[in-house]
């Protein structure tokens, strides 16, 4: 970030989140801007340009844009921040005072975003931070296979269920590591291109003849409709299920313990595994975004 006067002027919330959010206020400081953080009161943040209050006392009508986390907002307007002693609640009410030029910024959609009836800018539906993300959600979930398993990733059978920017990513990662990486997919283009990088392509309606024999099975796909019951019992008690996608998942905790299964939900990895690296990634973006209107 070299431009430290891009938001000279502009004022900014920062609503909860993880330590990505606490990189965004950072940078967008940098910059110039004027930040109010909600759900930070664990924090110092004592230099210039920081101002924490509740969301309720959010100058709503002078804001120039508003950061919710990569988790968006959920029901009754619920935020999460791992930097709060106290819940963060939004209003739905207060949200009428903005100005039309006011950008919102969130990681997913959600319900209660969508309610507010307007233009939301979703971050990791975006190519450019999507396909950077994919970097520290793949060493995070090496990092994840080598505390949660006895065995070496060389040699292992890894499923990854999903072929787009994120799957792709630990897919080829895996490989490189040695493992036996199968890619589970319906698309036909999907499939030409595990069998170019040497990754077995596994059609998902035939998917349940080969969970008995995996590791580890890595999900990206965000559906609960896409494996049945019938598929997730085939699952071996010694496989590792790592879920990534945000919701909605393709087995849930709930149903994985039911199972007996080995199972991590993980949709936030590179906010654990490298924040600094993660934050800067959406940082960037948002910045551009504002700069630019």
């Known amino acids: 970030m070299t431009n430290t006067s891009s938001l000279d002027g502009c004022n900014i919330a920062i609503v909860g989140g993880d330590a990505r959010q606490k990189e965004i206020a950072h940078h967008c400081q940098l910059c110039g801007a004027n930040l109010y953080v909600v759900g930070f009161d664990q924090l ?28 968006g907002v959920g029901e009754e307007g619920a935020v999460r921040s791992s930097f709060s002693s106290k819940p963060v609640t939004l209003d739905i009410e207060c949200f009428k005072r903005l100005k039309t030029s006011c950008l919102l910024f969130s990681g997913i959609p959600t319900v209660w975003l969508e309610q507010l009836k307007r233009p939301v800018v979703y971050l990791m539906d975006e190519d450019q931070i999507a396909i950077l993300n994919s970097i520290p959600t793949a060493e995070g979930v090496l990092w994840l296979l080598l505390q949660h398993t006895d065995h070496t990733i060389h040699g292992s059978t890894i499923l990854v269920t999903g072929f787009g920017r994120i799957g792709m990513t630990i897919a080829n990662r895996l490989k490189s590591l040695g493992a036996s990486v ?101 940082a960037s973006s948002i910045i551009e975004r504002i700069s630019s209107k």
């Open 44 to 71: 110092a943040l004592t230099e210039p340009g920081f101002t924490k209050m509740d969301s309720h006392e959010l100058p709503y009508e002078e804001l120039d844009a508003i950061v919710f986390p990569v988790s």
């Open 182 to 282: 199968l890619g589970g997919t319906t698309s036909s283009s999907e499939k030409a291109r595990m069998s170019e990088m040497s990754i077995e392509p596994v059609d998902l309606d035939m998917i349940h003849s080969r969970m008995g024999t995996l590791d580890a099975w890595i999900n990206t796909i965000p559906s609960d409709t896409v494996f049945s019951e019938d598929v997730l019992n085939q699952v071996s008690h010694h496989c590792l299920v790592i879920e990534l996608a945000s919701g909605p998942k393709a087995i849930s905790s709930q149903t994985a313990e039911s199972l007996g299964l080995r199972y991590i939900d993980a949709p936030s990895l590179p906010g654990i595994i490298a924040p600094k690296t993660a934050g800067l990634i959406l």
